[in-house]
């Protein structure tokens, strides 16, 4: 059994194989304070979570590592800080602005069960560690210092596009215009900024008092305490340019090594109502407002719902989907609660079944993640299990349901998805009652059974009597 993780430094599948036995350093880039968490960054932590809920399943010792920005990250196309920024239009302390979304940040993946990482560190915490990084990257020739601003030379670092596939030659052509007079081409990304007079977060350092560029702080992060090379590097596909093109080169110009990490994961967009979630359109949605109207675990299922790489899509029928399957979950786990139990002992052909279908949700999971195959095997363990309810008229074997809802709630737990409170017979399973009430009156024997099938999969049993149908549940 092995896992393959899809690399995008190779645009392969490839079989994982971690630097060290069996230990697993993996950083993903964190998020920067300066707003409140959002679906975007809902859907690629939750997918992480499930990826290290995983491979600590699969024996692996998992040591996860997140940066949090709170200085360097600048606004599109300008030189403001984002942090800086909102503390200005607020009128706040830096400080204060971090501290505040940090809260809201965590306060809202705890919700959606997100495992904390092992270890979080703030950029301004590690500012001396940049600049060591930087000294050594001027030290050995890949920069260059300008009006007291240190910048990259991407033209000397030879492998600049590798991760996104991207030519130098092409970059450049693309665009003459210098957006910035400072730098010898717009490529060259900052290490070290020089602040203006009103700049409120500065430091010394033996170039200017100024800050650091954001894509250093990950750099300085990462190897402080993976060190020069490490397993998985994750984050949303728009990092991989040029934020994870310029940790690379930084990175590799410091240590000399090739293959700073070893794979590079990349979760894909999220769209809202098929439209890429974009703040500055306003098509965007807090975490905290889709949690008002939404339980945590039907976010979860949603996400899982679809592949890692894939865009994913935010609509009603999308989340309406999610709740039905979690409702069905509700009911099996009810069921199992209310059914006559005996003390016979398992039967073989039951648990031999179970395990095979645990066996196809775990090879897909080792797939390169297969969240949405996986869960098509979680809930064909569910209607089998249902299934088995019925046809033993409601006197189970013990030992058959312990092992069903163990399993059952094993692979949920890759998703935080195990629901809270009681189910309701929704209003879905009543409309299926009622058309097959009519298939019946129309002597549609075939399709009036079709329906009670697909209901005893759900774990509805309907009783035909002559006050008409009656359901009970089991
Ligand atoms: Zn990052």
Known sequence: MSIKIFNTLTRKKEIFKPLKNNKVNIFVCGVT????V??????????????????????????????????????????????EKKA?????????IVKYYLKNHLENF??????????MEKATNNINEIIEQIKIILKNNYGYISNG??????????????????????????????????KDDPHDFALWIKAKKNHLQKWKSPWSIGYPGWHIEDTAIAMKHFGKQYDIHGGAIEL??????????????ITGKNNYVKYWVHTGILTIENEKMSKSTGNFIKLSDCLKENKPEVLRLWIASTHYRKPLNYNKKEIYDAKKKIEKLKNL????????????????????????????FIKSMENDFNTPLALTYLFEMISFTNKHIIESKGNCSKNELN?????????????????????????????????????????????????????????????DTKNGVKWKKY
Not at 88 to 96: D, F, H, R
Not at 150 to 164: A, N, P, Q, R, T
Not at 334 to 359: G, H, L, M, Q
């Open 33 to 36: 304070e300066y707003d409140y």
């Open 38 to 83: 959002h679906l975007g960054h809902a859907r690629t932590y939750s997918f992480y979570d499930t990826m290290i809920r995983f491979m600590k399943y699969m024996d692996y010792k998992v040591t996860y590592l997140q940066n949090i920005t709170d200085v360097g990250h600048l606004v599109n196309n300008s030189n403001e800080d984002k942090v």
């Open 88 to 96: 200005k239009e607020e009128k706040k302390t830096p400080k204060k």
């Open 110 to 119: 705890d919700k959606i069960k997100l495992l904390r990482p092992d270890i």
């Open 149 to 182: 601003s240190v910048y990259f030379d991407v033209s000397k670092f030879k492998k600049y596009g590798k991760l996104s596939n991207k030519v130098i030659e092409e970059l450049k052509s693309g665009t003459r215009i210098k957006e910035n007079l400072e």
């Open 240 to 253: 991989s340019f040029p934020h994870h093109e310029a940790e690379i080169a930084q990175a590799e110009t």
């Open 333 to 360: 786990f009810e069921n199992i609660k209310s059914v006559k139990k005996t003390n016979k002992k398992e039967n073989k052909k039951f648990k031999n079944e179970i395990n095979k279908i645990k066996n196809k």
């Open 403 to 463: 092992i069903a809802e163990e399993n059952i709630k094993k692979l949920c737990d890759f998703f935080q998805i195990i629901p809270k409170g009681k189910s309701k017979i929704n209003n879905e399973i009543k409309k299926m009652i009622n058309l097959r009430e009519k298939f019946r009156k129309e002597k549609n024997w075939k399709k009036a059974d079709e329906i009670r099938n697909k209901l005893n999969l759900e774990g509805i049993i309907l009783e």
